[in-house]
């Protein structure tokens, strides 16, 4: 027992000096170094490796405006993806009564009541004009003829898709308590990267909704998309592949996901100020270009180990051959690392035993390691030996006869062994007095 709460306190003292290192290391980030943004929450994940590179309050509840429609999109994809040019939906006049009532200039794809418009034109319709008439159009259809029963759907499906700060009170967001986080945002939105349908849909410039009875000519009813990361303008971005605006009152939201040399990000960015932009209006594009320039700037996929150099040493019992071996990262863990500075910056923590007994083959796994930069692990591989080791059959026998001698069995055994003799002893030593008084 002794000996064991001797190794416990050991161990409880190792975490103790160690947990000040941890802290230092995660105070010490390179996100310090990021550009001054002013929008009030923002989250930035690389989709490669699931590494959050840029967090500034991102389980804070703000108002999610336009994009409400990624939660009736993904909704729309999950329930009909195969089906969006086999079914045409009219336009319920209820809906309009209700868009008016919120607002009376909501942003529109120009669809008018009693029109009918295919799944993937309002599709088209809800993403790049943000029409909030077609976001309406199908959570009536969705809902049975009901938004409440549509609103009660986007919020469980917020829930499944592990959305923990977000409510939708309506389909489109005109309500400003349809509330989201930014790291709930980024879930939506990656859920939503899943369907190639979107994908080609937010990362389209126009598109053409056909023909109809006020659009008689082809190639004049063209919507346009509001995220002007993609289009040919001042805000445009190479690596913006796609994403959803959103605005009330004086403030704009984007969440888009960009692409550039063979690594990916999403990106989330609420309740911009207009103080951001004030001439373009487009505040969220702006601040997302400074953050986005400023993440393919700093970090780049590299690799985190060198698989030829070995990474740490252990001793090495009953062998007198070596009495260490050197262990190698079996992995080179390619990850998201600092473009300046790369592995150099990763912290490192051993897994592996204080002794390993030979024989040891090359090749053979001892332990792990774990890597973290920024207070994030990025992996976790595992350790090989680098050589082959022999045993050394005497030293192994004579440290088994000494564990033996060591162990608590064969004590306990001499003990016994002590009790059956002195026992004899008494006995045989009472047998002689009681003879020894007969004869007397």
């Known amino acids: ?76 994809l999950e329930n009909y993806q195969d089906q969006l040019d086999s079914i045409s939906l009219t336009a319920p006049s209820y809906v309009y009564d209700l868009i008016w009532e919120q607002s009376t200039n909501a942003s529109s794809a120009d669809i008018r009541r009693g029109e009918t418009q295919s799944l993937r034109n309002l599709l088209y ?4 004009p943000s029409g909030n008439e077609a976001a309406y159009i199908v959570a009536d259809y969705m809902g049975g003829g009901s938004i409440d029963n549509f609103v009660a759907m986007m919020n469980d499906e917020a829930k499944a898709v592990g959305c923990t700060g977000t409510t939708f009170v309506d ?9 989201t986080t930014a790291r709930d945002a980024y879930l939506i939105l990656r859920a939503l990267t899943a369907y190639d349908v979107f994908s080609t849909v937010v990362g389209t410039p126009s598109y053409d909704m056909g023909t109809n009875d006020r659009y008689t000519t082809p190639g004049t009813y063209i919507i346009q998309t509001t995220d002007k990361l993609i289009t040919n303008s001042s805000y445009h971005r190479d690596y913006t592949k796609g994403g959803k605006t959103g605005s009330l009152g004086e403030w704009q939201n984007f969440a888009g996901w960009h692409s550039q040399d063979g690594e990916s990000y999403i990106s989330i960015l609420l309740n911009v100020p207009y103080d951001a932009d004030p001439e373009g209006m487009r505040p969220a594009l702006v601040e997302t270009a ?36 050197m262990l190698y990262p079996a992995d080179n863990m390619m990850t998201l690392l600092p473009r300046e500075g790369g592995a150099a910056l990763t912290e490192q923590v051993f897994n592996v035993p204080d002794q390993l007994p030979a024989p040891i083959k090359q ?5 792990t390691v774990t890597l973290t930069i920024e207070g994030e692990t990025i992996g976790t591989p595992v350790l090989i030996a680098g050589s082959d080791v022999s045993r050394n059959q005497l030293l192994y026998t004579i440290s088994r006869v000494s564990l033996f001698f060591s162990s608590t069995y064969f004590k306990v055994v001499v003990i016994l062994t002590m009790l059956v003799i002195g026992a004899y002893l008494i ?11 007969k004869e007397v």
Do not use: H
């Open 427 to 437: 006995f045989t030593v009472g047998r002689i007095l009681r003879i020894w008084s």
């Open 290 to 325: 400074t953050i986005m320039d400023w993440v393919f700037d700093t970090y780049t996929i590299a690799p985190a180990l060198d698989t030829t150099q070995p990474i740490t040493e252990v001793r090495v019992a009953y062998s007198t051959q070596a009495d260490t071996v």
């Open 1 to 76: 027992m002794k000996k064991f709460c001797a190794i416990l306190f050991s161990f409880v003292l190792v975490l103790i000096i160690a947990l000040p290192v941890a802290a230092e290391g995660e105070s010490s980030t390179l996100a310090d170094n990021a550009p001054s943004l002013t929008a009030p929450a923002a989250y930035v994940v690389n989709l490669d490796t699931n590494i959050v590179v840029y967090e500034k309050n991102s389980e804070t509840p703000l108002s999610a405006a336009s994009l409400t429609k990624l939660m009736t999109t993904l909704l729309l």
């Open 125 to 128: 319709a809800m993403l790049l």
């Open 363 to 367: 090749g053979d796994i001892v332990g």
């Open 171 to 179: 389909p489109c967001g005109l309500n400003p308590n349809n509330i």
